[in-house]
């Protein structure tokens, strides 16, 4: 009963900026950390950036210092400026988030996920 969408995505060369954005629809309680993840083929889905409800944030070592993850709490939503990208970031990005919801009468939590947006960066 809780929904995150992407969107942002799209083709860009080398060295272009993109910002993703996602945002968590439902009867929304609060939503702890949010992150985001990205998948290219033929790998694992992996850790790119993450951001407690207070901003702490971490990092791959492989985006740190070109992309920046933010949220708005009053929103419900959570960003990815991503700047410098290169082709090896070339991917399926997903947003995922911490979710506590009312169903009811009944709190529930999952951890949830976006259907992703591609990312495709050209040399």
């Known amino acids: 009963q809780v929904q995150l969408v992407e969107s942002g995505g799209g083709l860009v060369q080398a060295g272009d900026s993109l910002k993703l954005s996602c945002a968590a629809s439902?009867?929304?309680?609060?939503?702890?950390?949010m992150a985001w993840y990205r998948q290219a083929p033929g790998n694992q889905r992996e850790l790119v950036a993450n951001?407690?409800?207070?901003?702490?944030?971490r990092y791959a070592n492989s985006v740190k210092g070109r992309f920046t993850i933010s949220r708005d709490n009053a929103k419900n939503m959570v960003s990815l400026q991503m700047n410098n990208l290169k082709p090896e970031d070339t991917a399926v990005y997903y947003c995922?988030?911490?979710?506590?919801?009312?169903?009811?009468?009944?709190?529930?939590?999952?951890?949830?996920w976006g259907q992703g947006t591609q990312v495709t960066v050209s040399s």
């Open positions: 995922n988030a911490d979710v506590a919801y009312w169903t009811g009468r009944r709190r529930l939590y999952s951890d949830s």
């Open positions: 951001i407690s409800r207070g901003g702490t944030t």
């Open positions: 439902g009867d929304i309680v609060t939503i702890d950390t």
